[in-house]
């Protein structure tokens, strides 16, 4: 049972004590990963890969500050290595899942830090998944860095087009902020009463 005091402190939504249930929101999770960037994506031009825009990332961040460490991790995660694996990215999903689980673990890891300052403030929930958007540029910049190290670029054209084709992902990161600062606390309230 938790009490009032405990409520306060919770950093993570409080289900630990019920396995059952935190499957069930992982499940959630992935699955409205997958149905996010499925149903609504919009592609973007980019000199390196196929990018496009959709709240995918969005769903992955609000997994990881809803169900903590663990399932929070990976949850959103799959739901978009699904996507990858589906529609014809599975050469590609093993980096961007490493990407995911990189991002997640960096909101949650930045989220435990400052929660106790600012408990479910929105400036708090804006930083911490900026945080997040900051390693999603950074994986990708690799990503596309490697990629084109491996075609056969030089390192100065190699970097110059991956960095251009962080445009997608900058747009993808802006909508990610804007979308889980809006949903957070709404969506925390709905599912603390189902964790009940």
């Not at 049972?1 to 019920?18: E, G, Y």
């Not at 149905?35 to 609504?40: E, G, K």
């Not at 694996?85 to 997640?104: D, K, Q, S």
């Not at 830090?113 to 930083?127: E, G, N, Q």
Request: glycine share 8%.
């Amino acid at each position: 049972m938790i009490t009032r005091k405990n409520a306060q402190t919770t950093v993570f939504l409080p289900i630990t004590q019920n396995k059952t249930k935190k499957v069930i929101l992982a499940a959630l999770f992935a699955a409205l990963a997958y149905v996010s960037i499925q149903s609504l994506h919009v592609a973007i031009f980019a000199p390196i890969g196929a990018p496009f825009f959709h709240v995918g990332n969005a769903v992955v961040a609000l997994a990881a500050l809803y169900l903590g460490f663990g399932y929070g991790t990976f949850s959103g995660a799959i739901g978009l290595a699904i996507f990858d694996i589906v529609n014809g990215y599975a050469i590609e999903m093993p980096i961007v899942f490493l990407g995911n689980v990189l991002v997640a673990l960096t909101i949650q890891i930045v989220y435990k830090a400052l929660h106790r300052f600012s408990p479910d403030k929105l400036w708090l929930v804006t930083v911490v998944v900026s945080s997040g958007v900051l390693v999603k540029l950074l994986t990708d910049f690799l990503n596309g860095l490697i990629r084109a190290l491996v075609a056969g670029a030089s390192l100065e054209p190699a970097a110059a087009a991956a960095f251009t084709s962080l445009l997608a992902t900058a747009i993808n990161g802006i909508g990610t902020i804007i979308l889980v600062t809006l949903l957070y606390l709404p969506l925390k309230t709905i599912l603390t009463r189902f964790v009940k």
